[in-house]
């Protein structure tokens, strides 16, 4: 490798998985739902989106890939930024940009989870020996191979869960960004999502109320109250800053103490 290669392959490992400068936005009917938010989120990082409700989480993930635009400042994603206008650019940001929602059944739609999982890199052009080794790669990640010629819906909502992740997996996103993850699922299934989650290789961006969920699987958290970024330190010491979550109406849960959890 010559130094200038060298250089340039340096250069875009600092390109950070999501940037988002000064996103301020108004619903059309005038209510100001963000107020100028500023987030960087580097290459594998694993971020827990905190929050009250109608804080404006949902309003800030759906700017991520182009869903919601038109108000003022920037979303960059690996280095691109999100032009809603321009058709190519805002197909790659839906590349890059994996949000598996709160219910999968919204993502789930295919005869069997194969081709589920087999869907949006096929919508890409990817054929053939190339697309096999992505669907088998991503259910292989989540735990789901054995199911891969089952109907989504003969699946449990822990298993249809771990087939949307897989689904957005099998794009090979830049940034992996879970609405909710642990909702709905019974202790064994939190468990058993919360390792697979721990043990992806890609950047996460979670948005969740369940604080030891955020404790176990984010080393740092940001807190959107209000429409603007109001903490963002390591998860540690937001959860055990509890004048700060007072403030903004983050509750731990009976019992939960977040000094006796570490990985
Ligand atoms: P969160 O996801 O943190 O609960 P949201 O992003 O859904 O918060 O909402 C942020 C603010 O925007 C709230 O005041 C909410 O009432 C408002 N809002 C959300 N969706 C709409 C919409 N479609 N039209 C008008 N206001 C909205």
């Keep these: 490798?010559?130094?200038?290669?060298?250089?340039?392959?340096?250069?875009?490992?600092?390109?950070?998985?999501l940037e988002v400068r000064g996103l301020a936005y108004a619903y059309p009917d005038g209510t100001q739902a963000l107020y100028g938010v500023d987030l960087t989120i580097g290459r594998g990082e694993r971020v827990a989106l905190l929050g009250p409700n109608g804080a404006g989480k949902t309003t800030l993930v759906l700017h991520l890939n182009g869903i919601l635009h038109g108000g003022l400042g920037e979303v960059r994603v690996g280095g691109l930024a999100?032009?809603?206008?321009?058709?190519?650019?805002?197909?790659?940001?839906?590349?890059?940009?994996?949000?598996?929602?709160?219910?999968?059944?919204?993502?789930?739609?295919?005869?069997t989870v194969r081709e589920d999982v087999a869907f949006g890199p096929a919508n890409l052009g990817v054929r053939g020996a190339d697309l096999?080794?992505?669907?088998?790669?991503?259910?292989?990640?989540?735990?789901?191979?054995?199911?891969?010629?089952?109907?989504?819906?003969?699946?449990s909502f822990g298993q249809r869960r771990r087939v949307?992740?897989?689904?957005?997996?099998?794009?090979?996103?830049?940034?992996?960004?879970l609405d909710e993850p642990s909702s709905n699922l019974d202790p064994a299934s939190r468990?058993?999502?919360?390792?697979?989650?721990?043990?992806?290789?890609?950047?996460?961006?979670?948005?969740?109320?369940?604080?030891?969920?955020?404790?176990e699987l984010c080393p740092r958290s940001v807190i959107l109250?209000?429409?603007?970024?109001?903490?963002?330190?390591?998860?540690?010491?937001?959860?055990?800053?509890?004048?700060?979550?007072r403030t903004h109406r983050l509750e731990l849960p009976f019992g939960f103490d977040p000094t006796a959890t570490a990985r």
């Design 132 to 155: 096999d080794r992505r669907v088998r790669d991503a259910l292989g990640r989540v735990g789901m191979l054995e199911v891969a010629d089952r109907p989504p819906q003969h699946l």
């Design 1 to 17: 490798m010559t130094g200038v290669e060298a250089q340039s392959v340096e250069a875009h490992l600092e390109v950070p998985s």
């Design 225 to 245: 109250s209000g429409g603007v970024i109001t903490a963002d330190a390591p998860t540690f010491d937001v959860l055990t800053d509890t004048g700060l979550l």
């Design 82 to 111: 999100v032009d809603p206008k321009d058709k190519a650019t805002l197909r790659e940001i839906r590349r890059r940009v994996g949000i598996v929602f709160q219910d999968p059944d919204d993502q789930l739609f295919m005869p």
């Design 191 to 215: 468990r058993e999502l919360a390792e697979i989650l721990f043990s992806l290789d890609v950047t996460v961006l979670m948005v969740t109320h369940d604080l030891p969920y955020a404790a």
């Design 164 to 177: 949307a992740v897989a689904t957005v997996l099998a794009m090979e996103p830049e940034i992996l960004v």
